[in-house]
């Protein structure tokens, strides 16, 4: 193109000065002959902001050469022109040597044009929450004269996050050495809220291990528990916006099942001298299942547990007889009764009228009965036990000649065993050569 097409027409003296044109009329600065349709032609279209700048403001002053003051910079460079106020941040790394309109928008550097699409080309693609902020919620107002931070922004939740845990899965995290998942929140969470739970873990498609890390495996009737039976949500949030209780609140310290369930035998089966661990388990494991605690796996060893053995007939009689069923629970949660006590007389009747009852009052049935076989069978020894050895010749003669039925003044018949006369007259009659006569019936 011609000169004139930028230029006005005009002649140089012989030192190279412009010739004074015709009359006093003044020769307009070159730069302002420049119309903004010329200088899109020229490559960089002069539009806002820069449409409001003079020339002198990119082009140099005349005391440059001719490639100075016209370099002929790309419309979209630009870093000719403006300082970067990011440091060294995107020296390398996916936007190294992209241009300041690759984020911003090119009619003003407050007016970013990073969108989320654009953010899924960083390390960190925005969802959910994430996607809902404002950029300074991670990009941080930066300290006086330091460049607000963009490359090596943290990515992992917890650099940014409080952690609700107080940091107790980091322990369990650190005793399996699993320095790839550890402290990190999307092994559970999931960016749209921390109260959403992944229902499945990426790494073993299994739901949460609560054994794995907590160290308290979810089995039976656990299994089948909502979270919150346990982990009771509070009123308000804490700092950390957490709602999920804590098991400790609710039960305090858990060191076994009575931390949370109440113990119906009231501690009877933690008395002194009876076995901590039973049957591969403690507490109520010993005897119970985690599927419920009517269920017991293992046969209850009453001997152990109670000090008294179930042989013979015991052995043979339901549990029923001597722990009555209740309709609804008492208030320990107990649905069996107590046993009356291990003493003969608490179940049974005594068809002897207290006979046998010794200073306490207490009679001890065992010592003539096999009370396990049954009454009928007697380990009584009249030699031993009784004040009446009977020898040889009382040997032969049936119990019954010598107790005999008498009827009590209350009402009823018991057999007669003592006190009875032990001397000879009392059964014998002398005057009838020593045979034996009736006794006299006495009433007691």
Excluded at 10 to 31: I, S
Excluded at 138 to 144: A, G, V
Excluded at 297 to 314: I, K, Q, S, V, Y
Excluded at 362 to 388: K, M, P
Aim: hydrophobic fraction near 30%; charge should be negative.
């Amino acid at each position: 193109a011609a000169c004139a097409t930028c230029h006005i027409p005009q002649h140089l003296d012989f030192h190279g000065a412009p010739a004074a044109p015709a009359g006093d009329v003044p020769v307009p600065p070159l730069e302002r002959l420049v119309t903004p349709k010329l200088h899109d032609a020229a490559g960089f279209g002069l539009r806002s902001p820069h449409a409001d700048l003079s020339c002198s403001a990119c082009h140099l002053g005349p005391s440059a050469d001719f490639d100075a003051r016209f370099p002929g910079r790309p419309e979209a460079s630009c870093s000719s022109c403006h300082e970067g106020p990011h440091g060294d941040q995107f020296s390398k790394g996916r936007f190294a040597g992209r241009e300041c309109t690759a984020c911003h928008d090119r009619e003003s550097f407050e007016e970013d044009a990073f969108d989320v699409a654009a953010h899924r080309r960083t390390a960190f693609a925005l969802e959910a929450s994430h996607a809902e902020l404002a950029c300074n919620a991670c990009h941080l107002d930066p300290p006086e004269e330091e460049p607000r931070r963009f490359h090596g922004t943290p990515k992992r939740c917890e650099l940014c996050h409080a952690d609700a845990h107080g940091g107790f899965f980091d322990t369990f995290l650190a005793d399996r050495k699993d320095e790839r998942r550890r402290g990190t929140c999307s092994v559970c969470h999931v960016s749209t809220t921390f109260d959403d739970v992944e229902t499945e873990d990426p790494e073993t498609a299994r739901s949460f291990d609560h054994g794995v890390w907590t160290g308290f495996e979810l089995r039976g009737a656990h299994l089948q528990e909502r979270c919150e039976t346990c982990h009771v949500p509070t009123a308000t949030r804490d700092a950390t916006g957490r709602r999920f209780g804590r098991v400790e609140t609710s039960f305090g310290t858990v060191t076994g099942c009575a931390s949370c369930h109440g113990d119906p035998h009231e501690g009877l089966f933690d008395a002194p001298g009876l076995p901590t661990r039973r049957n591969g388990g403690s507490d109520c494991l010993r005897c119970h299942s985690e599927t419920s605690f009517r269920a017991m796996p293992n046969r209850f060893e009453h001997g152990l547990w109670t000090g008294f053995d179930l042989d013979g007939a015991h052995a043979k009689t339901g549990c029923e007889s001597c722990h009555t069923p209740r309709v609804r629970p008492d208030a320990v949660g107990r649905t069996w009764g107590a046993a009356r006590g291990t003493a003969c007389g608490a179940c049974h009747t005594n068809p002897h009228a207290g006979q046998f009852r010794d200073e306490t009052g207490a009679t001890d049935c065992a010592s003539c009965h096999r009370s396990a076989v049954g009454w009928d069978a007697l380990r009584f020894d009249h030699e031993r036990q009784s004040r009446f050895p009977l020898g040889s010749a009382h040997a032969k003669v049936e119990c019954s000649a010598c107790h005999t039925a008498q009827k009590l003044e209350s009402g009823g018949v018991i057999v007669r065993y003592r006190p009875l006369e032990t001397s000879c007259d009392a059964c014998h009659d002398a005057q009838r050569g020593g045979g034996a006569r009736s006794r006299g019936r006495r009433r007691f």
